[in-house]
T-cell receptor, first 115, second 116 residues
Framework: AQTVTQSQPEMSVQEAETVTLSCTYD???????LFWYKQPPSRQMILVIR??????QNATENRFSVNFQKAAKSFSLKISDSQLGDAAMYFC????????????FGTGTRLQVFP | DTGVSQNPRHKITKRGQNVTFRCDPI?????LYWYRQTLGQGPEFLTY????????KSRLLSDRFSAERPKGSFSTLEIQRTEQGDSAMYLC??????????????FGSGTRLTVV
């Protein structure tokens, strides 16, 4: 069965600095998608970045980038120039395009940003 | 379009009571999902609809839970004879299945259920 592991329950970073959140996963599939979602307190889950497993190039969205290591089954998120608004729960998720397209989530990392 | 809408935002109920939650997906999305998120955990898949057909249910969905999506529009999730272990955030998501690559997979803000 596919699993997603986030080993950092909490992380903190100073404003304008860089922080990396870790995620590992287990799967026997060769083609899949990986995601980082942001969940601010009492607000909806928002997609931060998406990576297609068959693409070797790491995805980038403005200040957010990933380090995708397919052989190691690792998918870390780097947030550059951290802002106060980045404070939230971050969830790593895995999905396979099939009849359902359901997502499997990790347990999350709470990111605190200090001024 | 205002995105995925869930009502109510919060629900407090006594153990043993029945509760019903509603999800209004993005209008053109044919796929609808329910997830449950307990404290300190990530969301876990509960069930999935394509249009009005419920095509998959997780083993987490006991027989006290029932979900419907009449006419392929909004969906309801009902929990009968609630238990304290049912306390969680219930998240709804929708997507356009034909839009491959998980594009447009959108979550609502959730309904937080507290069973006392």
């Amino acid at each position: 069965a596919q699993t997603v592991t986030q080993s950092q329950p909490e992380m903190s970073v100073q404003e304008a600095e860089t922080v990396t959140l870790s995620c590992t996963y287990d799967t026997s599939e060769s083609d899949y998608y990986l995601f980082w979602y942001k969940q601010p307190p009492s607000r909806q889950m928002i997609l931060v970045i998406r990576q297609e497993a068959y693409k070797q190039q790491n995805a980038t969205e403005n200040r957010f980038s990933v380090n995708f290591q397919k052989a190691a089954k690792s998918f870390s998120l780097k947030i550059s120039d951290s802002q106060l608004g980045d404070a939230a729960m971050y969830f790593c998720a895995y999905g396979v395009e099939d009849n359902t397209d359901k997502l499997i989530f990790g347990t999350g990392t709470r990111l605190q940003v200090f001024p | 379009d205002t995105g995925v809408s869930q009502n109510p935002r919060h629900k407090i109920t006594k153990r043993g009571q029945n509760v019903t939650f509603r999800c209004d997906p993005i209008s053109e999305h044919n796929r609808l999902y329910w997830y449950r998120q307990t404290l300190g955990q990530g969301p876990e898949f509960l069930t999935y609809f394509q249009n009005e057909a419920q095509l998959e249910k997780s083993r987490l969905l006991s027989d006290r839970f029932s979900a419907e999506r009449p006419k392929g529009s909004f969906s309801t999730l009902e929990i009968q004879r609630t238990e304290q272990g049912d306390s969680a955030m219930y998240l709804c998501a929708s997507s356009l299945g034909a839009n491959r690559g998980f594009n447009g997979y959108t979550f609502g803000s959730g309904t937080r259920l507290t069973v006392v």
